[in-house]
């Protein structure tokens, strides 16, 4: 057990999640905490604050921070009262994102008629916001590190194979799972070779941005939500606690040697071929 603990610890480090105050984002976070972080920094547009209060209820170390992901002076901001206030960045989730009606198909809209607003804002939200920005920033901290850290990205199964009705979302997570190889590549060769980059697909999470897909006004299953749980062998949709184990293993020395990968978190659902 000792070894166990010593390989999966997050003892002294600092951890700082964008979109801290979401469902997964704040999960993730705690199980940070819970693997022995230093710091929790939560990071969000909303929530932050209440969140951090939380965590210290729940016996864990936090702290909450404004942050508006698609501006890069909010964030440069932010990062600088953080490095103040905490001394370092030992890790970065990136886990701010999302999805929007008006960047999905339906009766009601059609490809033809999506607004070029509505994509341009679930672009810039997962891939700018949710990945570039805060590891041009937080990334610029990081590599002064002798002991190096690790970045994780959110990214998704569209990314491996695009859903229908979801073009801007299922497009934007291909991109980041794209950039989180680039930029595990160009950290470790160009500034600190012990920086890691990875990144995590998740596969169909119950999140407020995706329920009005999945389940009716009654709380049964919408056809497509019927679709997804048959394809997925093992029958259900993630719990966000599903999250904890693999992401605990990505920021801590159990993955000294891991970098550029995408990691599905999936119950099945990329291995299944439907037969």
């Known amino acids: 057990m000792e070894y166990l603990n010593r390989l999966f610890s997050l003892k002294g480090k600092i951890a700082v999640i964008t979109g801290g105050g979401g469902i997964l984002g704040s999960e993730i976070a705690r199980a940070m ?4 972080a230093e710091m929790l920094v939560i990071c969000d547009i ?5 969140i951090a209060e939380k965590f210290k209820k729940e016996g864990l170390k936090a702290d909450g921070f404004f942050i508006d992901v698609l501006k890069r002076e909010a964030i440069e901001e932010t990062a600088k009262r953080i490095i103040k206030e905490h001394g370092k960045v030992d890790i970065l989730v990136n886990a701010a994102g999302g999805n929007i ?5 339906s009766e009601d809209l059609s490809f033809f008629d999506l607004p070029i607003s509505g994509l341009e804002r ?26 190096g850290g ?55 999470f119950l999140t407020t941005q995706n329920r009005y897909l999945l389940l009716d006004d009654k709380e049964n299953l919408t056809p497509r939500g019927k679709t997804i749980i048959n394809h997925t062998p093992m029958g259900r949709f993630g719990e966000k606690t599903d999250l904890s184990g693999i992401c605990i293993y990505l920021a801590s020395n159990a993955s000294l040697f891991v970098t550029g990968t995408v990691i599905p978190i999936d119950g099945g659902f990329s291995a299944f071929s439907g037969v």
């Open 33 to 36: 905490g819970k693997a022995g």
């Open 46 to 50: 909303k929530n932050a604050k209440e």
């Open 101 to 105: 009606k008006e960047a999905t198909t």
């Open 122 to 147: 679930v672009i810039a939200l997962n891939l700018f916001g949710g990945a570039i920005l805060p590891s041009q920033v937080f990334g610029k901290e990081m590599i002064k590190n002798p002991e």
């Open 150 to 204: 690790s970045i994780i990205n959110i990214s998704s199964m569209n990314a491996f194979r695009p859903l229908t009705r979801i073009p801007g979302y299922s497009a934007a997570k291909a991109a980041v799972s794209n950039f989180t190889q680039w930029l595990a590549v160009h950290l470790a060769q160009e500034y600190n070779k012990k920086i890691r980059v990875n990144a995590i697909a998740p596969g169909f």
